[in-house]
């Protein structure tokens, strides 16, 4: 059965798409009844309309109902390896570019950040790379989701310990401040590469001229048409060159497979092609050749 056979699902679709804006119903139906049905029967319910009753007089069930669609969860470097390959290939290839091109402007975009710690994680690496030549390049990540509490929580940019068990030690003392909670801030010096946008991928206008897209554990939860479709787009958002890095349990569909180079296939990295960059595949810039046209640039 489709979405749009079943009337009283579409009903409750359409309220939640009027109420709030936000448009579920080219999500996968599975993954929605799923989710929908673990709110009913918290109620003992069975049937949608008198769910909707419920929505009408609870503000509250209304926001775990909304919780409950958006699925924010998310860590910092989560998959590692994804991020290993961000630091060691993916971010020296975009400095050697912007080198080449006499082009300081670096942009990348974090699609469905949820609570930050995706376009946090990769302003870390770039912070990394770049070291004291950061403020030499005109850097911008953007993070954006639908979902304006996960957002609120990305604003705060204030994690429990639990919350960033993942991040090495040494990245940790340089980036965070640890308050009187036990809990750690994000230094403003990455915070500030970061600008947090309420974005419905969906529907709104992309953010164009990117250099690296991270749209991670966001398309599994689309119907195919619509992962087609917002694939494609991201390829126009891409910078000849760029990465577009997915979830691991994502991957190319539709046209997209054959329009995007595959980098890594394992690790979801594609990449929109450039012809005559004269940087290989597979190709590990070291830190020191970094450091020397990251030199280079000053002295130009
Ligand atoms: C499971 S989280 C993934 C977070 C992060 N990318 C990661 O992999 O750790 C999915 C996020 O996508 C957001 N999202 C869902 N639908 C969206 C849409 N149409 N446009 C933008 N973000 C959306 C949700 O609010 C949620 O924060």
């Keep these: 059965m489709s979405i749009t056979d079943n009337v009283s699902l579409m009903r409750l679709l359409t ?58 969860v998310t860590e910092f470097f989560r998959n590692p390896e994804s991020f290993e390959a961000i630091k060691e290939t993916i971010i020296p290839r975009v400095i050697l570019s912007k080198h080449k091109k006499q082009h300081k402007i670096i942009r990348a975009w974090s699609c469905g950040c949820s609570s930050g710690d995706e376009p946090y994680s990769l302003a870390i690496l770039f912070s990394e790379r770049l070291g004291n030549a950061k ?16 957002l609120k929580e990305a604003e705060a940019m204030t994690y429990s310990r639990e919350r960033v ?16 909670s036990d809990n750690f801030k994000l230094k403003n010096s990455v915070r500030s590469l970061v600008r947090l946008r309420r974005h419905d991928v969906i529907k709104d206008i992309p953010f164009m001229r990117c250099d690296v897209i991270l749209c991670r554990n966001l398309l599994i939860y689309f119907n195919k048409e619509l992962q087609e479709e917002i694939l494609l787009k991201f390829y126009q958002c891409l910078n000849p060159g760029g990465s577009l890095i997915l979830g691991m349990v994502e991957s190319l569909i539709g046209p997209s497979i054959n329009i995007f180079e595959h980098v890594n296939n394992r690790l979801r990295i594609y990449r929109r092609p450039e012809q005559d960059f004269g940087c290989g595949e597979n190709d590990i810039i070291s830190q020191k050749e970094i450091d020397k046209i990251v030199n280079e640039m000053l002295d130009n």
């Design 15 to 72: 309220k939640i798409h009027e109420d709030k804006g936000l448009d579920f119903t080219q999500y996968k139906e599975s993954t929605l009844l799923r989710r929908i049905n673990s709110r009913l029967h918290k109620y003992e319910l069975s049937s949608f309309d008198d769910y909707i009753k419920v929505l009408e007089e609870s503000p509250d069930e209304y926001n775990e109902l909304i919780n409950a669609l958006t699925i924010n």
């Design 165 to 180: 068990k993942a991040i090495d030690n040494k990245l940790l003392q340089k980036y965070f401040e640890k308050n009187e």
């Design 135 to 150: 403020g030499r390049f005109l850097l911008t990540i953007i993070g954006s989701d639908i979902d304006k509490n996960a």
